[in-house]
């Protein structure tokens, strides 16, 4: 089954610096990698995701990038602020037509701490 | 997205009870997943809940533990049996809408003392 790497586990910035959180992945037929913000005591929220025939997909402040190649992918953050501060999680999936019927594996998760 | 709503939100259990948790959506959805969050840690798939046939269960987890109904395309249940202490976590329902894209119910906090 997929496994999927996460680091590091816990990065702390100041504010306006940018942060970079990097996922490895082992199945090559993954093919849709999601990043989730988890904050304290609330459900993880979706913000922003990126299928394997694209290599970079920003959404303002926030940008993933792909290498299929090295089975890797990275969440930047840039001009990052306090509200920031979460836990993030990868994922991997092949997909919900795959054979495992789009279940994602996640990483072991990032604590960010973004200081004022 | 779909709004998508969990009860209870917490419970306090004693052990070799059983709990069951109801997860609802406004809409209906192609899949949903059952996830365990145990303290601190990340997310764990427990099962694909398959309408109108048995649950999928992910390696280490078993129906007889975690039995998983759903009977239409909107609703599921999670029934945690026989619990200890080991069961205290965090339990997500997650919904996909058409596509990959899984979103997250506001989820259970379980305590087994």
């Known amino acids: 089954g997929e496994n999927v790497e996460q680091h590091p586990s816990t990065l702390s910035v100041q504010e306006g610096d940018s942060a970079v959180i990097k996922c490895t992945y082992s199945?090559?037929?993954?093919?849709?990698f999601p990043w989730y913000k988890q904050e304290l005591g609330k459900r993880p929220q979706l913000i922003i995701d990126?299928?394997?025939?694209?290599g970079e997909k920003k959404d303002q402040r926030i940008a993933v990038t792909l290498n299929k190649t090295a089975k890797h992918f990275s969440l930047h953050i840039t001009e990052t602020q306090p509200e920031d501060s979460a836990v993030y999680f990868c994922?991997?999936?092949?997909?919900?037509?795959?054979?495992?019927?789009?279940?994602?594996?996640f990483g072991q998760g990032t604590i960010l701490t973004v200081h004022p | 997205s779909a709004v998508i709503s969990q009860k209870p939100s917490r419970d306090i259990c004693q052990r070799g009870t059983s709990l069951t948790i109801q997860c609802q959506v406004d809409s209906q959805v192609t899949m949903m997943f059952w996830y365990r969050q145990q303290p601190g840690q990340s997310l764990t798939l427990i099962a694909t809940?398959?309408?109108?046939?048995?649950?999928?269960?992910e390696s280490g987890f078993v129906i007889d533990k975690f039995p998983i109904s759903r009977p239409n395309l909107t609703f599921s249940t999670l029934t945690v049996s026989n619990m200890s202490p080991e069961d205290s976590s965090i339990y997500l329902c997650?919904?996909?809408?058409?596509?990959?894209?899984?979103?997250f119910g506001p989820g259970t906090r379980l305590t087994v003392l």
């Open positions: 990126i299928r394997s025939n694209v």
């Open positions: 199945d090559s037929a993954s093919n849709y």
């Open positions: 809940a398959n309408q109108g046939s048995e649950a999928t269960y």
């Open positions: 994922a991997a999936s092949d997909g919900a037509g795959g054979t495992s019927y789009g279940k994602l594996t």
């Open positions: 997650s919904v996909a809408i058409g596509s990959d894209t899984q979103y």
